[in-house]
């Protein structure tokens, strides 16, 4: 398996796994649109998009955004995303791909790494601690939906 930062050129692969994990968390699909979103992200380096790689064969994705943490003076990556395919879950992928976002945050002198998951995602939650990942009881997340004029 090859962990690395993908480019442009994987977006034909990497455009159908987005859709895959969308439509995993209950969006229709929509692999144009998918496309379209990953290509204004890697272009415009919005984001770092670690892949893993089988044999040609992209079977896993996350995706970091940056933020900043004004108190301790420094950069935070959110772990945004992270998918495996199901033939491939359960052989290591999921965890490769967290110890590569880890040494990307390390590398570019991040703070830390955060992420959120869905309460009943146990499959996640597990890995996740299983790796050292701590879940935060200092703070609530709130989030507000912009309203839209359509």
């Excluded at 359960?90 to 703070?111: F, I």
């Amino acid at each position: 398996m090859e962990i690395r930062a993908l480019k442009e050129k994987d977006l034909p692969q990497l455009a159908n796994l987005f859709d895959q994990y969308r439509v995993f968390y209950h969006q229709a699909s929509n692999v144009d649109a998918a496309r379209l979103f990953l290509e204004q992200r890697l272009r415009h380096g919005d984001s770092a998009i670690l892949g893993a790689i089988v044999h040609d064969v992209l079977v896993g994705f996350t995706q970091l955004y940056p933020t900043y943490t004004s108190v301790g003076l420094g950069r935070i990556w959110i772990l945004n995303d992270l998918y495996v395919t199901a033939d491939a879950r359960n052989r290591g992928v999921g965890a490769a791909l967290m110890h590569a976002a880890a040494e990307y945050g390390e590398m570019t002198g991040a703070k830390r790494l955060v992420l959120a998951t869905q309460v009943e995602n146990h499959a996640a939650q597990h890995l996740y601690e299983k790796l050292g990942w701590k879940r935060d009881e200092a703070f609530y997340q709130y989030e507000f939906e912009i309203p839209r004029a359509d």
